[in-house]
Each structure stands twice: as C-alpha cells, then as structure tokens.
C-alpha cells in the first residue's frame, strides 16, 4: 500500500509538472489541479462542519465562552442562508462583507498595531540591544505617519513612512517570498523523488 502510495504521488507530481512543458499533457493537468481543488473545497466543507460540532457542543454544555459560540454560529449560519438564497453576488453580501467583515480586519490591524508598539516597549525594557531600538523607532515612525493626528501630519514623517513599508518592508516581504519559492521546490522535488511522504508513507 505504501508503494502505491508513493507511485501515485510522484506520478501526479511529475504529470502536473511536464503540463507546463508540454502543451499536450496540459489536459491531464487541468483535470488533476482541478480534482484538488474540489478536495481542497470539501476539506474546508468538513472543517466547517467541525466547528459547528465544536462550538454547538459547547454550548450545550454552557461552557464559559458559550454566548461567543452562540454569535459565531448565528453569524455563520445566516451568512450561509443568505449566500445559498440571494448568490454571493448579490447586492446585500456585498454589504455585509463591506459593512461588518471590512471594518472587523480593520479593527483587528489596528490593535495589531498598538500591540506591535507595546512589545516593542517591552522588548526594550528586557533586551536594549541594537535591533531591539530599530524595531521601536520603525513601529512608531509607522505609527504616526499612518495616524491622523488632531494637530495635522508631522513634517516629512509620512514620507518617511512610505519610504520604509515601499522600500525596506517590500524588499523584505519579497526576500521571504523568494525563501518561500525555494522552499516549496525543495519539497517538492523531495516528494517526487520519494524521500519525504507527507502522505503516510515511511
């Protein structure tokens, strides 16, 4: 069973792989990314119905964050009526992910934020090293040229701020990216060769 296993792996690996050489092999692959993407769907479809078990059961038991549960599945429960009646196209999903989803992460980045200035803080009042005063001096230079201050913009702070996040942070997030990139070809030339088996195999 494991040899089975390890043949169809390496099988899909490289199949996939050769329809981006080879325009005839394209069908093959269109049809294989498209059956993980239906598994990928149903996964995400057995996780949502494990939440509901999860949260459903405790309140059922009246646990101490039960009247959270509550909120979340009402929410999850409507959205999905709402969603399987009117299409999620429909002008009112629109305005539910504008109107509740939209300033939810928002609201979220924004103590994101101040929590990244409070360790920071901390992180000085432990550790005062080199590092540990860039990190501050960068989240309040980010800070206060995103805010909208009552007394208007501090003078060349918001360029500086643009200067940072389009410079140092996306030459940064890209350096992670290429990092990402070499990682996933490494994994993957390791499962079509066999050695790692994240499928069960030993």
Do not use: C
């Not at 992460?105 to 360790?119: D, G, H, R």
């Amino acid at each position: 069973m494991r040899v089975i296993n390890v043949v169809i792996a390496i099988a899909a690996g490289v199949l996939v792989l050769l329809g981006y050489f080879f325009p005839s092999l394209a069908f093959i692959q269109t049809s294989l990314l498209n059956s993980a993407m239906i598994l990928a769907g149903a996964a995400a479809l057995v996780g949502i119905f494990n939440l509901v078990s999860v949260h459903a059961e405790k309140i059922q038991h009246r646990e101490k964050n039960a009247p959270y549960s509550f909120v979340l599945l009402i929410a999850l429960i409507g959205t999905f009526l709402f969603g399987l009646i009117l299409g999620p196209g429909h002008e009112l999903m629109g305005i539910a992910v504008q109107g509740i989803i939209v300033p939810a992460e928002a609201a979220l980045m924004a103590l994101l934020a101040v929590t990244l200035l409070y360790a920071a803080i901390r992180l000085l009042r432990r550790r005062a090293d080199l590092m540990s005063i860039v990190f501050l001096i960068t989240a309040v230079l980010i800070l206060l040229g995103t805010a909208t201050l009552p007394f208007g913009n501090i003078p060349g702070v918001s360029d500086l701020r643009i200067w940072l996040t389009q410079v140092w942070a996306v030459g940064g997030a890209r350096g992670i990216l290429i990092g990402v990139a070499l990682g996933i070809l490494m994994t993957g030339l390791r499962v079509l060769f066999g050695w790692d088996r994240p499928y069960g195999g030993k």
